[in-house]
Structures are given as C-alpha cells and as structure tokens.
C-alpha cells in the first residue's frame, strides 16, 4: 500500500516537506535494505521510522536542509544496506560495527558524540549513551542507525535529548512489530521484547512501563506521533494472541 505526504503529516505529525521528500524518494539501487522494493517507504517500522525520526530531529532543532542533504540519507542509507548484511547474516555484529566504522570515519562532525557511539556499539566502557538503553535487547535492532547521526551538529545536551527520543521511537515501532510476531517468533526462535520478558506478569508489567514512558518522551518531541502510537496499542492489545499476556 502506498505512503502519501498526508498520511505521513496526518497521522504521525511529519512536517510536509520531510513527508514529501521520502514518499517522492526512489529506494536506493544496490541496496540491501530496499532489496526488490518497489517503493522507498512501507507500512513497516523499519521504513516508517525514517521520515518521523528524521522530523523528530528537526523539531529537536537540526535544520531541514541538514537532514535532507545527500550527505546525511546517502549516509543513511548505506547503514541501512550494513544493518540488512547482518540481520541476513551475511556478516558479523562485530563486522557490521567496524563496516559502519569506516563508511563514517571521514564524515564525523560531531566527534564526541562519535567517540561514545563506538563505545557503545562495542560494549567497551561507560558511556552517555548507556542509560538510555532498552531494557530488551530485541528493542535494539535499529541501534547501527544511530552511526548516521555523526554527520549532524549538535551539543551534548542536545545529543541526550536525541538518543532518548530515538530509543523511544524505534522501541516503540518495534515493540508494536513484536507484539504482531509473537507467536512466530516464538517458533522460529526470533528476537522479540515480549518472549524476552517472560511473558509473565512481571515482564508485561516492564513492557506497559516502557511504553509508558517512551510515549511520554515522545510526547515532548511530536504529541501527535506519540497519540498515533499510543492508538496503535490499544488496538493490539485487542488481538487475541496477544491479549492473553497484555490482561494477565
């Protein structure tokens, strides 16, 4: 199904322009992440978190031409084709780390920033980055985007601000992915928050505080991506394979 401007601007508060600009977007040739897809956004979050992170960042103040620029998606995109190498396996976590090394090492603007991001992709020291984390590591899988903000210009204020948002973004995009996938992934021994809970009270009591509180950061950045979300929730709470966990 196709993604218009209005639905991007609509449902999840992405400013027109940014909407615009990825919904008129061709996918990137030779790229592993666009692998036979016809058109560059999908109702998937893999695909809808790259125009509301990228408004995100522009409400917390990076500049639209910034964001747009050839220099910050082309740099985004090729993460995107290092992230979809790993996911199938066709290299290593540490392998896709040091891919993603090397395609930004000569692009950093932002070079403290880039210092505790190699940090905390290796899992090597304290860094600002850490606290932030996700209690699920299956909250995780987008973290190698997180190499496309080196490019950006910002202080370390700001960087707080925009990791948290991030984390609760992508956590949240894929907390609704795993709660489809639960029963699938179960089966197929697939990473998923909610298996990684326990699927007990305790654990799905962890999971509605997460959500929780990343939609009260959200709400701060863009209150009508965080009421979308919160919606889509409620619906899923209603699918019958799911609702037996979420009501315990």
């Known amino acids: 199904m196709f993604l218009s401007t209005d639905f991007l601007a609509i449902k999840y508060g992405v400013h027109d322009k940014i909407a615009s600009f990825f ?16 058109l560059y956004l999908r109702f998937e979050p893999g695909y809808i978190f790259i125009p509301t992170m990228v408004d995100g960042l522009y409400r917390l103040g990076i500049k639209q031409e910034t964001l747009l620029s050839d220099v910050y998606i082309n740099l985004l995109e090729s993460i995107g084709h290092i992230a979809a190498l790993q996911e ?4 290593t976590y540490e392998e896709a780390i040091e891919k993603c090394i ?7 603007v932002n070079s403290s920033f880039y210092s505790a991001l190699i940090s905390y992709m290796q899992g090597k020291g304290d860094n600002f980055i850490k606290p932030l984390t996700m209690p699920f590591s299956a909250l995780h899988r987008g973290d190698f985007f997180l190499f496309s903000l080196v490019v950006l210009d ?14 609760a973004l992508i ?14 992934d179960k089966k197929n021994n697939d990473e998923n928050a909610f ?20 939609l009260k950061i959200l709400k701060k950045v863009n209150p009508t991506l965080a009421r979308s979300i919160d919606t889509q929730f409620v619906k899923m709470a209603e699918l019958p394979h799911i609702h037996q966990y979420l009501n315990q």
């Open 23 to 38: 919904v008129d977007r061709e996918p990137p040739p030779n790229n592993l992440y666009w692998h036979k897809k016809l």
């Open 88 to 91: 199938t396996e066709q290299i």
């Open 102 to 108: 090397e395609l930004c090492n000569n692009k950093v």
């Open 195 to 214: 298996l990684q809970s326990g699927l007990d009270k305790v654990g799905i009591e962890k999971i509605k505080r997460l959500l929780g509180d990343n």
């Open 171 to 184: 956590g949240s995009f894929l907390l609704l992915d795993d709660a489809e996938d639960v029963e699938i």
């Open 154 to 167: 910002f202080n370390q204020e700001k960087a707080q601000q925009i990791v948290a948002f991030w984390f």
